[in-house]
């Protein structure tokens, strides 16, 4: 592969995008639509050209992101979080460049933004099945090399597990569908990039959950990035709270009582549902998930559950 590393991202250079021949909505899938939004899901489409494709890889592949950014679970055992804004500027500038959210805006039907910092080019990768955890990264890099020198594709790495298991996301876009990241057949390796967005309008609701992505995180800087965020939007709304305040006393008008009282009640549930995510560090296990967050009986974990309860 050419070495990229230092390349900045354009827009005109590195977007191709080929938009979905499908959208589908929620309805479409017989789900129920999300407070903010009915998308659902879209057809796979193209969005980056081969080049920046490469600069990604070349990024995630850089021993700095490998060896400090690596997280496992019970849920994915190989997974690189957190490493976007330290050490990987062509993918951390992608996904906030204004011409790529205004790509997947548009296919949401709803104006997005990165989740935060953190959530940025979140990496699966699949792992060869021989491999322990932790040597997953490693042998993927190695097959990489290998596969670079000889020219070749490999023998296939599968095995009969999931990437990452039965779950639903912690974030508003993807959060109500259950699902997996399935290994792919026939490939040598699978590696899913995955940016998590939120809407960009400080008014909507935000659901966010932290559920299954605290015992995958860096805590202190998950807890940071998720408060500074619900802050902003709190500040946002209390200004523009205030601006209708102003209005009604400049134009004379009388005080709407409901209405602020409605706007009071939907703060406190904001800040409730904030602090509730905020689970003290002590009661945070390291790359232990629970199935809280399951809510459907689509899963393995919540069939067994119910079996083991019959
Ligand atoms: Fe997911």
Redesign the pocket.
């Known amino acids: 592969m050419a070495r990229t590393t230092g390349i900045d991202f354009h827009p005109a250079k590195h977007i191709d995008f080929k938009p979905p021949s499908k959208i589908y909505s929620m309805s479409d899938i017989l789900l129920k639509k999300s407070p903010i939004s009915d998308f659902a899901v879209s057809e796979p489409f193209q969005l980056f050209t081969p080049e920046a494709i490469a600069c990604m890889r070349e990024e995630i592949f850089k021993p700095e992101v490998m060896n400090n950014f690596q997280y496992s679970s019970n849920l994915a055992q190989c997974q690189l979080r957190g490493y976007a804004a330290k050490a990987a500027p062509f993918l951390y500038d992608t996904w906030k460049h204004p011409e790529t959210l205004a790509i997947i805006s548009k296919i949401a039907g709803i104006d997005l933004v990165p989740e935060m910092d953190f959530e940025i080019a979140h990496i699966n990768l699949s792992s060869n099945p021989g491999a322990q955890k932790g040597e997953d990264l490693a042998a993927i890099r190695d097959r990489q090399l290998f596969e670079e020198d000889e020219g070749i594709a490999g023998c296939p790495w599968e095995d009969d597990k999931p990437i990452?298991d039965w779950?639903?996301?912690a974030y508003p876009f993807?959060r109500y569908i259950e699902?997996q990241?399935l290994r792919a057949f026939g490939s040598t390796e699978r590696i899913t990039s995955?940016t998590s967005f939120r809407p960009k309008q400080a008014s909507f609701p935000d659901d966010t959950v932290l559920t299954t992505v605290r015992p995958i995180s860096d805590l202190s800087e998950l807890y940071l990035q998720f408060s500074e965020y619900r802050l902003q939007m709190l500040e946002e709304r209390i200004r523009q709270q205030l601006h209708l305040l102003r209005d009604t006393e400049r134009g004379h008008r009388k005080f709407d009582t409901v209405a602020m009282k409605g706007f009071l009640s939907e703060q406190e549930v904001f800040l409730c549902h904030m602090n509730k995510q905020l689970v003290p560090d002590q009661f945070v296990k390291k790359g232990e998930i629970d199935d809280s967050h399951l809510f459907s009986d689509f899963s393995s974990s919540s069939k067994k559950r119910r079996l083991a309860e019959a």
Request: proline share 0%; no cysteine.
């Open positions: 990452v779950h639903t996301d993807g699902h990241a995955v």
